[in-house]
Every structure is written in structure tokens, then in C-alpha cells.
T-cell receptor
Framework: GENVEQHPSTLSVQEGDSAVIKCTYS??????FPWYKQELGKRPQLIID?????GEKKDQRIAVTLNKTAKHFSLHITETQPEDSAVYFC??????????FGTGTSLTVIP | DSGVTQTPKHLITATGQRVTLRCSPR?????VYWYQQSLDQGLQFLIQ???????AKGNILERFSAQQFPDLHSELNLSSLELGDSALYFC?????????????FGSGTRLTVV
């Protein structure tokens, strides 16, 4: 099955700086890559996703890039704010299969 | 409110007991997924149902079982509970089986086994 690795496990940045979280996947059949944000004690919420026919997608301060050849994808958050502090999960999946999640990155934005 | 309803929100029970967690998917969603999240752990896929049928199974223990009913709500049954079963259990739903867009998660059931 699919194996998703996520790095780093923790990340601290100063407010206004950028944060980058990287994930790799193993199954070349995976064609959909969502990112979720989970605040303490709350449900994971979808923040952005990318499909395998796209190399990059941006939504305001958040962007995701995908390198199918290398089987890795990354989340970029620019101009970080304290409310960006949370645990971020990447996931990989394909039509007909469930999503597999990375182990999460705890992001702390220091005011 | 995500539209995915999980009950109860909290559950405290003793080792050896059996509990049932309930999930009502978002209106119109046919697929339900169950995930387990232990302390400081990621989201471990347990099982998926689509329109009443089991579609995929992950790292679900034999002591655990699930089903999806005709009205599409799902129940996760956990039996012979152990301390290590203490976790946050999430249900998620999506419109169709395996469609390539993200799940919507419920707020979870926090299970504490004492």
C-alpha cells in the first residue's frame, strides 16, 4: 500500500516568515494530494489539495507543489501568522482507494 | 459545523468493555471512513464503507468492527477494550467512493479507557 512520509515533525517560525512542509509518497498510482490543518482538539480541515495533472496550486498565502517524478509534494505558507499555528497533515490517495496520511507537522508561529 | 456528525463526543469506559461510536455523514455523501488518532500520532485508517458495503480495510484490529446502515450512518464497534485503545476516533465522509477530492471530517469521539 501507500506510504506517506512527512517532514519536519515540528517547525517553529517567526511571524511573517515562510514555512515549508515536505511529504513523499511511494505509490505511483496516487493522483490526489490533500493537505489538512488540525488545531488542538479539533477535526482536521482541508486547506488545499492538488491533483497529479497539476504541478502547483496557490490559494492566497498557501501553495502546494507536486513533483510526480520524485514522488514528493510540499506545502508552502508565506507571511505566517499566529493563527497558522496547528498540526498539518499531508495525504496521498487515488481513485478507488482511501487516503493515507503523513505523521503530521506541528507548526508554531512565534509572534 | 462540517455536516458530519459524530456521537458521543466523549466516552470514558473500563478495560474489557464494548462501546459503539456513531457517525452520520454529510448529506448526500455515500462514503464513510473511520480513522484513529492516538496521542501525538497521525491519522490511522481503519475502514471505509460505500453505500452500505465495506470497500477498504486498514489497520483495524479484529476486536473492532463497523457497518454502514441503509440510511448511510455508520457505527464503529470496539470490544474487549484495552488501555491502548484510548484515542480520538474520527469519521469522515465523501460524495462517492474514491473520488479525488478531500474528505470532510466530523469532530471526533474521544475515547478514554481506564
Amino acid at each position: 500500500g501507500e506510504n506517506v512520509e512527512q517532514h519536519p515533525s515540528t517547525l517553529s517560525v517567526q511571524e511573517g516568515d515562510s514555512a515549508v512542509i515536505k511529504c513523499t509518497y511511494s505509490d505511483s498510482a496516487s493522483n490526489y494530494f490533500p493537505w489538512y490543518k488540525q488545531e488542538l482538539g479539533k477535526r482536521p480541515q482541508l486547506i488545499i489539495d492538488i491533483r497529479s495533472n497539476v504541478g502547483e496550486k496557490k490559494d492566497q498565502r498557501i501553495a502546494v507543489t507536486l513533483n510526480k517524478t520524485a514522488k514528493h509534494f510540499s506545502l508552502h505558507i508565506t507571511e505566517t501568522q499566529p493563527e497558522d499555528s496547528a498540526v498539518y497533515f499531508c495525504a496521498a490517495g487515488s481513485t478507488g482507494n482511501q487516503f493515507y496520511f503523513g505523521t503530521g507537522t506541528s507548526l508554531t508561529v512565534i509572534p | 459545523d462540517s455536516g458530519v456528525t459524530q456521537t458521543p463526543k466523549h466516552l470514558i469506559t473500563a478495560t474489557g468493555q464494548r462501546v459503539t461510536l456513531r457517525c452520520s455523514p454529510r448529506s448526500g455523501d455515500l462514503s464513510v471512513y473511520w480513522y484513529q488518532q492516538s496521542l501525538d500520532q497521525g491519522l490511522q485508517f481503519l475502514i471505509q464503507y460505500y453505500n452500505g458495503e465495506e470497500r477498504a480495510k486498514g489497520n483495524i484490529l479484529e476486536r473492532f468492527s463497523a457497518q454502514q446502515f441503509p440510511d448511510l450512518h455508520s457505527e464503529l464497534n470496539l470490544s474487549s477494550l484495552e488501555l491502548g485503545d484510548s484515542a480520538l476516533y474520527f469519521c469522515a465522509s465523501s460524495l462517492t467512493w474514491g473520488r479525488d477530492y478531500g474528505y470532510t471530517f466530523g469532530s471526533g469521539t474521544r475515547l478514554t479507557v481506564v
